[in-house]
């Protein structure tokens, strides 16, 4: 029931120094200088001394039903699995229906996350898929944001891309309503998430559909923006907007900028990074690895390009870790629940070896999923 975890160097995300912190339950109760063991409590005392603490990521784009379809029936991915998950460090997801909608369904999607949050991560999904008219489980987005829970926003809404529906601008301000309103309604951030290809327009619609409605800008976020060069720029005047722009882990630099490479970049291009977020497009497709490996998008390569970042390339951890934590919880208005390590938060942590910033625990909602960088929870039908 408790957790004391001893003289941690806390990052919250930002560097507060040795802290202890206490566990009550699934919330975090208390940060302090020197918590003391109270003899009352059953308390599991978790020596920090050497590891660096940080708030569980936040990945905000998951295809938990397993992405792919393109190359035929054989070529789609199964569904994910809770240790994968846990051991790209990811606390909260968002699951995808994404490209295919006929062989999966909004219901399968919100049936594997409902699986998901039970085994002891908290997840949230976005109805629709890269088609507009989009894929919904009510028949409505409007609806399916307002009435249940679980939905939050409608995604991946694909545009530049020759698989989506080439929406025209009413199209997408139809559709940009729908999520607005049905999140007003529900208390939700009523978000659309934008699937962006290689088409040669890149977020031009986007442009014209901020620049000629009243929307809020911060309900639109474009997602792969560091996948070519040419809409890496479009992303950056988007921010200089006031919009914000999701980054992808994993991308090649040869057509464009890898996760470190892009942040690098919004860093010397003095960027307002508030506004940027990262995810790891996890269990979808990666056809540019087929012939190298399994064509998946793995989960853990977000955590591995974080740190890149701090390791290689010695940006500020606090700084990199908002972009997985705190932004994200911000843009999907889960914050302060997630997102941040403070009293009231849920107790989602993770803890690192200094040296090497690899995982050696996981914490979800208060329960230790990985310790000593092995898997102590695991999905109900995976293999002891």
């Known amino acids: 029931m408790f957790k004391l975890l001893k003289a941690g160097e806390c990052y919250i995300p930002e560097k507060i120094g040795k802290k202890d912190i206490l566990i009550a339950f699934d919330k975090i109760y208390k940060i302090e200088d020197h918590i003391s063991k109270n003899k009352l409590w059953d308390v599991d005392v978790i020596d920090c001394s050497d590891k660096i603490i940080v708030p569980g990521l936040i990945d905000q784009h998951v295809h938990i039903l397993g992405g792919g379809g393109e190359g035929g029936p054989a070529s789609r991915i199964p569904e994910i699995q809770l240790s994968?998950?846990?051991?790209s460090g990811a606390t909260t997801i968002v699951g995808v229906l994404g490209f295919d909608?006929?062989?999966?369904?909004?219901?399968?999607?919100?049936?594997?996350?409902?699986?998901?949050?039970?085994?002891?991560?908290?997840?949230?999904?976005?109805?629709?898929?890269?088609?507009?008219?989009?894929?919904?489980?009510?028949?409505?987005?409007?609806?399916?944001?307002?009435?249940?829970?679980?939905?939050?926003?409608?995604?991946?809404?694909?545009?530049?891309?020759?698989?989506?529906?080439?929406?025209?601008?009413?199209?997408?301000?139809?559709?940009?309503?729908?999520?607005?309103?049905?999140?007003?309604i529900g208390s939700k951030a009523g978000v659309i998430h934008i699937h962006v290809g290689d088409g040669k327009e890149g977020i031009s619609l986007l442009f014209e559909l901020v620049e000629e409605s009243d929307f809020p800008i911060e309900?639109?976020?474009?997602?792969?923006?560091?996948?070519?060069?040419?809409?890496?720029?479009?992303?950056?005047?988007?921010?200089?907007?006031?919009?914000?722009?999701?980054?992808?882990?994993?991308?090649?630099?040869?057509?464009?900028?890898?996760?470190?490479?892009?942040?690098?970049?919004?860093?010397?291009?003095?960027?307002?990074?508030?506004?940027?977020?990262?995810?790891?497009?996890?269990?979808?497709?990666?056809?540019?690895?087929?012939?190298?490996?399994?064509?998946?998008c793995k989960m853990s390569q977000l955590f591995q390009d974080m740190r890149t970042s701090i390791l290689d390339k010695k940006m500020d951890m606090s700084?990199?870790?908002?972009?997985?934590?705190?932004?994200?919880?911000?843009?999907?208005?889960?914050?302060?629940?997630?997102?941040?390590?403070?009293?009231?938060?849920?107790?989602?942590?993770?803890?690192l070896n200094k040296d090497t910033l690899d995982i050696d625990t996981v914490i979800s909602r208060g329960k230790i999923m990985m310790k000593d960088s092995e898997i102590v929870k695991k999905g109900k039908f995976e293999s002891v």
């Not at 996890?282 to 690895?289: E, T």
């Open 101 to 184: 909608s006929v062989t999966r369904n909004i219901s399968n999607l919100l049936a594997k996350a409902n699986a998901l949050d039970i085994e002891g991560v908290t997840t949230y999904i976005y109805t629709g898929s890269y088609s507009i008219p989009t894929a919904t489980l009510t028949g409505k987005v409007i609806t399916d944001i307002s009435l249940i829970d679980r939905v939050i926003g409608v995604g991946e809404i694909a545009l530049a891309d020759h698989r989506s529906s080439h929406p025209d601008l009413q199209t997408l301000k139809q559709l940009a309503s729908e999520a607005r309103i049905g999140g007003l």
């Open 219 to 296: 309900i639109f976020i474009p997602t792969h923006i560091n996948r070519n060069k040419k809409l890496f720029e479009q992303g950056m005047r988007y921010l200089d907007m006031g919009g914000f722009i999701d980054m992808t882990a994993g991308e090649s630099s040869k057509n464009g900028y890898s996760l470190p490479d892009a942040i690098e970049k919004l860093i010397q291009e003095n960027k307002n990074l508030n506004h940027v977020t990262i995810s790891s497009d996890g269990n979808g497709s990666n056809p540019s690895n087929g012939e190298q490996g399994s064509g998946i």
């Open 84 to 87: 994968e998950i846990i051991r």
């Open 319 to 351: 700084l990199v870790f908002k972009l997985a934590t705190e932004n994200v919880a911000k843009f999907l208005k889960i914050f302060p629940r997630k997102g941040i390590l403070k009293s009231g938060s849920d107790a989602d942590i993770l803890i």
